[in-house]
């Protein structure tokens, strides 16, 4: 509930005034759901190479993690505090990919699009949400990501998120900025 002031009517023709032309600031998250792959099939050639920018290799040379492990992962460079900030999900997110579901090689394609999207539109802080696996197994698409994130020029970094975010089922990630 918002607060009332008490203004006297000088005051109020004062603010009134100052405020003239000033319109009120919507917010809203953009939030990035793949399409089915049926319907992102690309229009023309130049939009299919955007998409073969990321070629992820099945070879994985990482150790295979829990599911209730956490990931992290930064390139040389990254300062602390932005690691930090990142880790304990401070920024603001700005697109969300949701892979529950999704083959390995559905995801795959989901995340290279996703990270052309980001790309083309300019965003830098992502939630790519992945699930935790099934039971005693291990979270098939946690490792994969592990491997295929490391892999994308565009990630700086990227960490397990927090419980209100989805917890070690879901990353944050950071994007290199386009000039």
């Known amino acids: 509930m918002r607060k009332k002031h008490n203004l006297g009517k000088d005051d109020q023709t004062l603010f009134a005034n100052a405020m003239r032309g000033v319109k009120k600031i919507t917010y809203s998250k953009e939030h990035y759901k793949a399409k089915p792959l049926t319907q992102l099939k690309p229009k023309t050639a130049d939009a299919q190479s955007k998409t073969d920018l990321f070629y992820f290799s099945d070879y994985e040379k990482l150790d295979l993690v829990d599911s209730d492990e956490t990931i992290e ?97 879901a990353l944050y990630v950071l994007l290199r900025r386009i000039t």
């Open 73 to 169: 992962f930064s390139r040389p460079g990254i300062q602390h505090k932005i690691l930090r900030k990142l880790r304990l999900g401070q920024y603001n997110i700005e697109a969300k990919l949701d892979l529950h579901g999704q083959t390995v090689e559905q995801a795959k394609e989901s995340l290279a699009r996703f990270l052309v999207h980001c790309q083309q539109t300019g965003i830098r802080y992502v939630l790519i949400i992945h699930g935790k696996g099934r039971g005693h197994l291990k979270p098939i698409l946690k490792n994969k990501l592990n491997h295929w994130l490391r892999e994308a020029n565009p990630v700086l970094a990227f960490s397990s998120a927090v419980a209100k975010d989805g917890s070690r089922g």
